[in-house]
């Protein structure tokens, strides 16, 4: 294979459920990888400066394609291509949540901001362990609401019934607001048409580099776009069912240094 850039997911993939970062195994595969010449990249669900709090100082990407691929940036943290939120489409999510009493929080370029229910986001974040590492330290009271008027969100958060998403998006059909499901009833809440791998697909434009020539790995079905694109497609042991189907290989479980074990043995 003729891999020339390497992509990994966070949450479940680099860093077990649970844990409080990534291996020793998983750090030293990634910094052979980028002393070989082949570019790191991040692309997760989280914010890029929760991405590198659980990260750590041993892991320090090329690119980041944070917030589900919103906010694709260098290095040096130099913007290289990034989809924002509407005024309308905050609206309507502020009005409708708003009206059943929904939490909702936003990801902006510097933190979270809650624009609904501040102090129930600062307990759960505070309270859930190596889960919601890297996020309490960057949660804001947004309850102002003014946040949005410097500039714009990258997506939002929130924990709602099903109903309710299938309410809203009745209701807003014509906005297109994806909610993508992490866990039980927690949804980010993306544009319509973004995602982690259109993200990815600026970042190796920028870069002159093919979907071709590239590895991606993960664990969750919101990475199930980038294993269709990609060359090459390693998921964890412990990966959804459609992710592994997807996949080129399945490795081990993240707590088993999966991500480790297949790039020593696929990609050195």
Request: overall charge negative.
């Amino acid at each position: 294979m003729n891999i020339r850039a390497a992509v990994f997911d966070v949450d479940g993939t680099l860093v077990p459920h649970g844990a409080a970062g990534p291996s020793e195994g998983t750090v030293a595969a990634l910094r052979a990888l980028q002393e070989k010449g082949i570019p790191v990249v991040i692309a997760s669900g989280r914010a890029r400066y929760t991405a590198q709090s659980v990260l750590g100082e041993g892991i320090r990407p090329d690119y980041f394609a944070a917030a589900n691929g919103c906010d694709v940036t260098d290095a040096e943290n130099r913007p290289i291509w990034n989809s924002r939120m509407t005024q309308a489409e905050m609206e309507a999510l502020i009005g409708f949540f708003e009206e059943r009493h929904i939490p909702l929080e936003f990801l902006f370029s510097d933190a979270y901001y809650a624009y609904i229910s501040y102090e129930l986001f600062r307990q759960e974040y505070e309270g859930g362990g190596t889960k919601t590492k890297g996020i309490a330290e960057h949660l804001r009271d947004g309850e102002s609401r003014t946040r949005h008027l410097q500039d714009m969100p990258f997506a939002a958060c929130t924990a709602m019934a099903k109903q309710d998403v299938k309410d809203f998006q009745s209701r807003f059909a014509t906005l297109g607001l994806r909610f993508v499901c992490f866990q039980p009833d927690k949804y980010d809440i993306l544009r319509a048409n973004v995602d982690k791998s259109i993200g990815i697909t600026h970042l190796l434009e920028h870069l002159g580099i093919l979907w071709a020539d590239t590895a991606v790995f993960g664990d969750g079905d919101n990475d199930a776009e980038m294993f269709r694109r990609a060359g090459f497609s390693v998921a964890m042991g412990d990966g959804t069912p459609e992710i592994r189907a997807l996949a080129s290989v399945v490795s081990a479980p993240a707590a088993q240094d999966g991500v480790a074990r297949a790039v020593q043995t696929y990609l050195l």
